[in-house]
C-alpha cells in the first residue's frame, strides 16, 4: 500500500524559506511521478511542481519557477521541496501525491495522495 508522509511546514515569515519533505513507501517508484499541489482556503487545488523518479526531471508551475525547487533522493525515497521568498499568497496546506507515469498538471491525475502539510506566511 503507497503511503505518502509530508512534513516541514510551519508558520515562517514573508521572505523566509521552508523546505517540505515527502516520504514514499510501499512500492518501487522507479516508473512514477510525485507531484507537490497546494490549496489554499476557498481555492481549488494547484499544481507546484514535478519530478519523475527515473531520470530526475522537474516541471514547475510558471508562477513558482524561480522560488521553489523540486528534488528527490532516491536512496531514501523522499521528495523535498525547496521554497524560498515566500510570501504571504504561498499560504496553504500543501500535499505530495504520486502516479504512474509522466508528471502531470491536473490532481485528478494522481493516484496517492499524502495528508498536507500546512504552511503559513505571515506579512
Known amino acids: 500500500q503507497v503511503q505518502l508522509v509530508e512534513s516541514g511546514g510551519g508558520l515562517v515569515q514573508a521572505g523566509g524559506s521552508l523546505r517540505l519533505s515527502c516520504a514514499a513507501s510501499?512500492?518501487?517508484?522507479?516508473?512514477?511521478?510525485m507531484g507537490w499541489f497546494r490549496q489554499a482556503p476557498m481555492k481549488e487545488r494547484e499544481f507546484v511542481a514535478g519530478i519523475t523518479w527515473s531520470t530526475g526531471r522537474t516541471y514547475y508551475a510558471d508562477s513558482m519557477r524561480d522560488r521553489f525547487t523540486i528534488s528527490r533522493e532516491n536512496a531514501k525515497n523522499t521528495v523535498y521541496l525547496q521554497m524560498n521568498s515566500l510570501k504571504p499568497d504561498d499560504t496553504a496546506v500543501y500535499y505530495c501525491?504520486?502516479?504512474?507515469?509522466?508528471?502531470?498538471?491536473?490532481?485528478?491525475?494522481?493516484?496517492?495522495w499524502g495528508q498536507g502539510t500546512q504552511v503559513t506566511v505571515s506579512s
Open positions: 510501499g512500492r518501487t517508484f522507479s516508473w512514477y511521478s
Open positions: 501525491a504520486t502516479r504512474r507515469g509522466a508528471v502531470r498538471g491536473t490532481a485528478n491525475d494522481y493516484d496517492y
